[in-house]
């Protein structure tokens, strides 16, 4: 005969294997996830209380006959109680896999479960781990926010995710329009003093240098794509050329805000102004990895920085990642900033006596000889400022240099010479940089010029393009220019949350 507690649990498992068999595969992934609740939560009774469920008694208080249960018996029970247990949460694993197989998979489905449990079932089947399962289960159920600051976007998104993650992201705005990306038309909201004059025209060429944007973007796997999920968020950054100098702040300060595409809830929030910087950086070290593939060696190169602030700095990072550095010059109006930045790196480097170590210099950019100098024996250029003039002139170019531009964004901004675009075979992230002034050459020069314009970095990933093979008589260079676009951002954040929740990193906030 079956104790109470052996038939309670008995009793239970079969409804909860009887419900999650019976369920038709029109069945909404929420009204599952309800159904695993209830069993999560019997899960953890049977692990917290006594096998029936009822509070312990002590150890005199049992009356004889009255069918309570004392100490003695919870003790003899424990071990049945503990296979119960086990057994269930077993059995909560193999019914959500059943449900992944058979159920049409929504966004937030492929949102809430882990990775594993997303493989193609007919080669691999998935590995159960009931821990994950039950995590993600209460997860999904519960109406939380994750909350991540700078330091935690850092630890959950170092540049090698970065490439990756961002390798993706430019891959989807490719010119065929099969990449399921959705970048809508930002929001430019400028920022003024009281005291400054509001303009007549709201041009982006006649506003003032800050700004505050608001940039959003979704991403919508292709047909037929199951190892992918719906991701919707948007971006708020904001140009403050005061912060250093008057706040000790960043003159980028940005943030991520994503949402369950399923519910339309907030899900995460994220500190972005590393990330920003470091999806940048990882658009510029693609571009670079794809100009110099055509190389018969990417060993000992020359890489030259105009800028010492956090793009410098993941710009560095990121080409390192890529090819292969043993000389970095760094070039700021600033010196003192840019000794910081060299310092910085030189930390992070080997042992003076090992090979690997890289020669780093500092220029100051007002030293006209010493820029000139620098960029003649740069074999990669990265240019991270937001100048109105030209850092240097395209004549000292040497040929086969590979060009970065980041730091402009309007048609009044150019960092990069007209004589260097002439010379240079050119990559854009999105189209919109066909209207920041460095490549306003591009739309004045004629027919000649379009010849210079290969195309889409997204393109070039996915070999759509060749780019970096193009080299003639008036073609030596390459150039890639960006201005940076929200699905990047988009693909950065979700890749950083996802890190973060399966550390633990950040703050949860109850909604």
């Known amino acids: 005969m079956s104790s109470p507690a052996e038939y309670t649990v008995r009793k239970k498992s079969s409804i909860l294997s009887h419900s999650a068999l019976s369920i038709s595969d029109g069945c909404s992934v929420t009204r599952l996830a309800t159904l695993f609740n209830w069993a999560l939560t019997l899960i953890t009774r049977l692990n917290c209380a006594a096998p029936c469920g009822r509070a312990l008694p002590s150890e005199t208080s049992a009356t004889p006959g009255r069918g309570d249960i004392t100490r003695a018996d919870v003790a003899a029970r424990e071990p049945m109680a503990m296979l119960v247990v086990r057994k269930s949460r077993r059995l909560l694993a193999v019914a959500w896999r059943w449900v992944l197989e058979r159920s049409p998979l929504d966004g937030y489905a492929l949102y809430s479960f882990p990775p594993h449990f997303l493989k193609n079932k007919k080669t691999t089947k998935p590995p159960i781990n009931a821990n994950d399962m039950i995590h993600q289960t209460s997860r999904l159920l519960s109406n939380t926010m994750l909350i991540l600051s700078e330091a935690d976007a850092r630890r959950c998104f170092p540049v090698p995710v970065a490439i990756a993650a961002n390798r993706k992201a430019l891959a989807s705005l490719r010119k065929d329009e099969d990449g399921g990306a959705v970048v809508p038309t930002r929001i430019s909201l400028p920022y003024r003093a009281p005291t400054v004059a509001t303009p007549t025209s709201t041009s982006s060429s006649s506003l003032p240098a800050d700004w505050s944007l608001f940039k959003p973007a979704a991403y919508y796997p292709r ?16 140009i403050r050329s005061r912060n250093p100098e008057k706040f000790n702040k960043p003159t980028v300060p940005a943030t991520t805000m994503l949402l369950n595409s399923e519910t339309g809830e907030v899900s995460a929030i994220l500190a972005a102004t590393y990330l920003t910087a470091a999806r940048t950086a990882a658009g510029s070290a693609l571009a670079t990895e794809l100009a110099l593939s055509n190389r018969k060696t990417q060993d000992g190169l020359t890489l030259l920085v105009f800028g010492a602030g956090l793009q410098a700095e993941l710009h560095i990072r990121s080409i390192q990642h890529v090819v292969n550095i043993n000389r970095l010059v760094i070039i700021n109006r600033s010196l003192l900033r840019a ?31 010493g820029v000139e100098n620098a960029v003649k024996n740069a ?35 150019q960092e990069i010479d007209d004589a260097t675009v002439r010379r240079s075979e050119i990559l854009i992230d999105t189209p919109e940089a066909l209207d920041v002034g460095d490549l306003s050459c591009l739309k004045q020069g004629g027919d000649d010029l379009q010849f210079n314009f290969a195309g889409l970095i997204g393109d070039a990933i996915v070999g759509n393009i060749n780019f970096g093979r193009r080299r003639d008589d008036r073609i030596d260079c390459s150039f890639y220019k960006s201005v940076g676009t929200a699905i990047m951002d988009l693909f950065s954040a979700n890749v950083a949350v996802n890190n973060a929740r399966k550390n633990k990193i950040g703050v949860e906030v109850d909604m």
């Open 339 to 369: 000794e910081k930045l060299k310092e910085m790196i030189l930390k992070e480097q080997p042992n003076s006596d090992s090979e690997a170590q890289i020669d780093i210099s500092t220029t100051l950019l007002s030293d006209k000889d």
């Open 379 to 413: 074999d990669i250029i990265c240019a991270a400022t937001n100048t109105c003039t030209p850092l240097f002139r395209g004549e000292w170019l040497k040929p086969g240099c590979h060009i970065n531009g980041v730091g402009s964004y309007t048609p009044l901004m």
């Open 223 to 238: 047909e037929g794509i199951t190892d992918e999920e719906i991701l919707m968020g948007m971006k708020l950054v904001s």
